[in-house]
């Protein structure tokens, strides 16, 4: 999955982020289930699952105090 551009996570509307964080959440928690059991090959990619559950959660708030 490429990274994603905060400009394309802002044109979203606050029903799809509130879906795209849970989505980033749930694979989140998956990956550290994956890292703990020794499965997961690319360590990176919870990396950038944490940036973007990040980049969902500002552009929410952003809405949510305009």
Do not use: W, Y
Not at 8 to 35: P, V
């Amino acid at each position: 999955m490429p990274k994603v551009k905060f400009t394309e996570i802002s044109e979203l509307s606050i029903e799809e982020l509130s879906t795209r964080l849970r989505d980033l959440k749930e694979e989140a928690l998956n990956l550290r289930l994956q890292q703990a059991t020794g499965q997961l090959e690319n360590t990176a990619r919870r990396r950038v699952v944490r940036r973007e559950i990040a980049q969902v959660m500002t552009a929410i708030n952003q809405r949510k105090s305009a």
